[in-house]
Structures are given as structure tokens and as C-alpha cells.
């Protein structure tokens, strides 16, 4: 819930795991290219790690992973209440891109 909390106030909508220890999160809103893009932004500019899902997924034929697997990424919440609250406090530096 801290976790979830912590992201929804940075302007992600998490899902809502229903028995992991992760939480994904579509970053599109957050106007990068890909998910590899915004966990390199994550970890160098707001001192928070994600994993970029397209890390799970293998390659099609054509070379291409799908769509899909650049969508989300994954943060871990099997950390203490008080990494998750300094976590909470640099992601609030996230800003979604607006559009007119």
C-alpha cells in the first residue's frame, strides 16, 4: 500500500498486485521513449530503481519485442517502510508531461 501510494502521488497508476512482491506501472505519461529510457531517468536523476519490463520478454522472429513490454515497469516493494517513504519523497520530483 506504501508503495502504491507512493507512486500514484508521482502521477503513475499502478495495478494493484494481487500476490507479488512488485508493482507495475505504465510511465507514458511521463513522455520517454521507452521503458529502459525512464528507469535510466529514474535511477540518475530521482535516486529511485525500476526495472524496465521489456527485460522479461524475449525478442519475436522479426527481431522486435512487443509493444506492450515497453509500457511498464517494475518497482519491488520487499524494502523497509522507511526505503519506501525516502523513495516516495524523491518521486515526488516526477513530473507527467502535459499536453495541450
Not at 29 to 51: N, Q
Request: proline share 6%; hydrophobic share 55%; charged share 20%.
Amino acid at each position: 500500500d506504501a508503495l502504491l501510494a507512493a507512486l500514484r502521488g508521482a502521477g503513475m497508476a499502478p495495478y494493484v498486485p494481487e500476490g507479488a512482491y512488485f508493482v507495475l506501472a505504465p510511465h507514458a505519461a511521463f513522455g520517454f521513449a521507452d521503458d529502459v529510457a525512464f528507469c535510466m531517468h529514474l535511477v540518475e536523476k530521482v535516486g529511485v530503481a525500476a526495472i524496465p519490463c521489456s527485460a522479461f520478454h524475449l525478442a519475436g522472429a522479426d527481431g522486435r519485442k512487443d509493444a506492450g513490454a515497453h509500457s511498464l515497469v517494475r518497482f519491488a516493494f520487499c524494502k523497509r517502510l522507511e526505503t519506501i517513504a525516502a523513495a516516495a519523497d524523491r518521486l515526488r520530483a516526477l513530473r507527467p508531461v502535459r499536453t495541450p
